[in-house]
Antibody
């Protein structure tokens, strides 16, 4: 059974940093693109970033470029999101998501999400 | 990277059919057959309902179907049921090699 478990969320002050983790199990982690998707309270889904199977390609939504870094450790079956220079508008539930098929674009599996709150 | 445009709400009676539209541009919806649809119940993670415009993942009811014409994709739910009441989001691959979600549609079963 595919499982994605996020951790690392919490309360952080504006300008601060946070590192989110996603522990994957139940599949060959190194065979799939992985992504982070966020959802601000009461708002819609927003795609944040994705990373290729071997980490050689990474893409970001414009609003986080230069502040967030997505990475993965295939030996540890883990996905990460390093978030720096956090802003109030980054407050959201952050979901780790796996594509349905190796190199496809739809998210067939999601974690339960971890809440990040940016506030003083 | 503007969000795809969806109607804020759509409603229907049990047994009826409803259609949700998702309008983008030639750089996303119109340029690729990589449109997906997600269902999200309150407090839950999204669930994939349709991928590659019109394909259903294993386990998704055949009451859900997808299509696309030009820059607009559509999700149709036939035989509406109470359990279909949820938020629905479209998503598309973009020419920037990123993804973009729609603004979301709240489906209400009357």
């Amino acid at each position: 059974e595919v499982q994605l478990v996020e951790s690392g969320g919490g309360l952080v002050q504006p300008g601060g940093s946070l590192r989110l983790s996603c522990a994957a199990s139940g599949f060959t982690f190194s065979s799939y693109w992985m992504s982070w998707v966020r959802q601000a309270p009461g708002k819609g889904l927003e795609w944040v970033a994705n990373i290729k199977q071997d980490g050689s390609e990474k893409y970001y939504v414009d609003s986080v470029k230069g502040r967030f870094t997505i990475s993965r450790d295939n030996a540890k079956n883990s996905l990460y999101l390093q978030m720096n220079s956090l802003r109030a508008e980054d407050t959201a539930v952050y979901y780790c998501a796996r594509v349905l098929r190796g190199g496809s674009y739809e998210y067939g599996y999601w974690g339960q999400g971890t809440l990040v709150t940016v506030s003083s | 990277q503007s969000a795809l445009t969806q109607p804020a709400s759509v409603s229907g009676s049990p047994g009826q059919s409803i259609t949700i539209s998702c309008t983008g541009t030639s750089s996303d919806v119109g340029g690729y057959n990589y449109v997906s649809w997600y269902q999200q119940h309150p407090g839950k993670a999204p669930k994939l309902m349709i991928y590659d415009v019109s394909n259903r993942p294993s386990g998704v009811s055949n009451r859900f179907s997808g299509s696309k014409s030009g820059n607009t994709a559509s999700l149709t739910i036939s035989g509406l049921q109470a359990e279909d009441e949820a938020d629905y989001y479209c998503s598309s691959y973009t020419s920037s090699s990123t993804q973009v979600f729609g603004t979301g549609t709240k489906v209400t079963v009357l």
